[in-house]
């Protein structure tokens, strides 16, 4: 299918194991993020990627981990989940740096027990 | 860096009434503004852009925002609100090198009939 997928949509895990989600893109899209999206805070930038095997944090990173390998794929590893990081985890995707508009998956609903 | 504010969390609304949405911006460089639309229990929608040109921009289904650079504003606006359009609506600003995302907390429109 063409487009942005995220997987899983909806994940309970516990406090301390480790959870990764996934994110793929079909454009050979350049640049792709991932946010997290809280009451009241709105969305903020956890890490992006300009490209393969270039990532830069962004405003919350601590807790998180991305990885790069293909253009296509970026997924987000929790690496010992906290009950404050249950969330909604949005990832989008754009071309290059002219290329302005973000566009979203579908969300990733994560709660940590 | 670049912030957006939006003081209105909430804003309830009868149906075919008007409606502003605000949006401040702080930035030190050029910037890119755009409006999302978030309807319930789903990813992130563009709505409409300001990249340059006319400071008025519209939307195919009736909102319009106007860039204003003196008051580093970017408020949205409908002239007559549908029950449809009831969603959480999000302001955004890019610029600089990196040209990544930043968003306000959202504010929640309410269309009441």
């Known amino acids: 299918d063409a487009g942005i997928t995220q997987s899983p949509r909806y994940k309970i895990t516990e406090t301390g194991r480790q959870v990764t989600l996934m994110c793929h893109q079909t454009?050979?899209?350049?640049?792709m993020f991932w946010y997290r999206q809280d009451l009241g805070h709105g969305l903020r930038l956890i890490y992006y990627?300009?490209?393969?095997?270039?990532?830069d944090k962004g405003e919350v990173p601590d807790g998180y981990v991305v990885s790069r390998s293909k253009t296509e794929n970026f997924p987000l590893t929790l690496e010992s989940a906290t009950r404050s990081q249950t969330s909604v985890y949005f990832c989008?995707?754009?071309?290059?740096?002219?290329?302005?508009?973000?566009?979203f998956g579908a969300g990733s609903r994560l709660t940590v027990l | 860096a670049q912030s957006v504010t939006q003081l209105d969390s909430q804003v309830p609304v009868f149906e075919e009434a008007p409606v502003e949405l605000r949006c401040n911006y702080s930035?030190?460089?050029?910037?890119?503004l755009f409006w999302y639309v978030q309807y319930p229990n789903q990813g992130l929608q563009l709505l409409l852009k300001?990249?340059?040109?006319?400071?008025l921009v519209e939307s195919i289904n009736g909102f319009e925002a106007e860039f204003n650079k003196s008051q580093t504003s970017f408020h949205l606006r409908k002239p007559s609100v549908h029950i449809s359009d009831t969603a959480e609506y999000f302001c955004?600003?890019?610029?600089?090198?990196?040209?990544?995302?930043?968003f306000g907390t959202g504010t929640l429109l309410a269309v009441q009939p």
């Open positions: 300001y990249l340059s040109g006319s400071t």
């Open positions: 955004a600003v890019s610029g600089g090198a990196t040209n990544k995302l930043i």
């Open positions: 990627s300009a490209a393969a095997d270039i990532t």
């Open positions: 454009w050979s899209h350049s640049y």
């Open positions: 989008a995707s754009r071309g290059g740096a002219g290329a302005n508009v973000l566009t």
């Open positions: 930035s030190s460089v050029s910037v890119y």
